[in-house]
C-alpha cells in the first residue's frame, strides 16, 4: 500500500482529498502546516508527499528546504497553490518539487501525478 503525507491547512480541502484518496486506496496520513509535516515525514517515511505552498508556521518552501537536506530527500513532493504569482522562494520550492498543481484542480490530475511519482500505474 502506497503512503502518502498531506501537508494542507484547509481543512475542507484536506478532508475532501483525503476521502478521494483513500477510494483509490491509498493510506492517507495528514499535517496542518509544515512543521507537523515534517515531523509526521521523519516517523512515518512517505512515499510520496502533497504539500501546500503557503502555510502556517513552516510554508513550503521552508518544508522542501528541511526534507531535501534530510535522509528522505528522495521522497517525491507535489506542490498545491492557489497562487498566481511567485516570489523567489516559491519559485525555488515549485522547481525542486517533483510536481506541482495549481488549485482548483482536476483529482484525475492529481491521481496521475501520485502514480507517476510511486510508480504506482
Not at 509526521?40 to 512515499?47: M, V
Not at 502533497?50 to 507535489?78: H, R, V, W, Y
Amino acid at each position: 500500500m502506497i503512503k502518502i503525507l498531506l501537508i494542507e491547512d484547509d481543512e475542507r480541502l484536506r478532508q475532501n482529498i483525503v476521502e478521494i484518496l483513500e477510494l483509490y486506496g491509498y493510506i492517507v496520513y495528514t499535517a496542518v502546516d509544515g512543521q507537523e509535516g515534517y515531523e509526521k515525514t521523519l516517523h512515518l517515511k512517505p512515499d510520496l508527499i502533497i504539500c501546500d505552498l503557503n502555510m502556517p508556521i513552516m510554508n513550503g518552501p521552508e518544508f522542501i528546504t528541511k526534507i531535501k537536506t534530510s535522509a528522505l530527500a528522495q521522497t517525491p513532493i507535489l506542490l498545491l497553490t492557489g497562487t498566481r504569482y511567485f516570489d523567489n522562494h516559491q519559485k525555488r520550492a515549485i522547481a525542486e518539487a517533483s510536481g506541482f498543481l495549481r488549485k482548483p484542480f482536476l483529482i484525475n490530475d492529481l491521481i496521475l501525478l501520485i502514480k507517476k511519482y510511486t510508480g504506482n500505474y
